[in-house]
Nanobody, 123 residues
Framework: QVQLVESGGGLVQAGGSLRLSCAAP?????MGWFRQAPGKERKFVAA????????YYSDSVEGRFTISRDNAKNMVYLQMNGLKPEDTAVYYC???????????????????WGQGTQVTVSS
């Protein structure tokens, strides 16, 4: 059983920053973040390979968000800067044993999901 636990969500003003954390499985997993705004489908945000050498971002967050991981602590982070009201969503941590990060980003077939953490950006 793979459990993912997100934390760090909250309310922030536009232009502000938040850092999301995810307690990750203690084994080689590719990790990612998705988000789902009210009434919309869940969308990819960022992904990182087990080694951290490969990272991917959606166009909407490229240059503002940074995904990172600390394998010694079994943690994955999403640093979010320059937040906009359109970033408001429930953010989900996701994981998969697939080592091909690019393939996971393309297919979207992630196996494990956290419960989500709410991020609200006020204008």
């Amino acid at each position: 059983q793979v459990q993912l636990v997100e934390s760090g969500g909250g309310l922030v003003q536009a232009g502000g920053s938040l850092r999301l954390s995810c307690a990750a499985p203690g084994r080689p997993f590719t990790m990612g973040w998705f988000r789902q705004a009210p009434g919309k489908e869940r969308k990819f945000v960022a992904a990182i390979s087990w080694s951290g050498s490969s990272v991917y971002y959606s166009d909407s967050v490229e240059g503002r968000f940074t995904i990172s991981r600390d394998n010694a602590k079994n943690m994955v982070y999403l640093q979010m800067n320059g937040l906009k009201p359109e970033d408001t969503a429930v953010y989900y941590c996701t994981a998969d044993r697939e080592s091909d990060t690019a393939a996971l980003v393309t297919t979207g077939l992630w196996n494990y999901w956290g419960q989500g953490t709410q991020v609200t950006v006020s204008s």
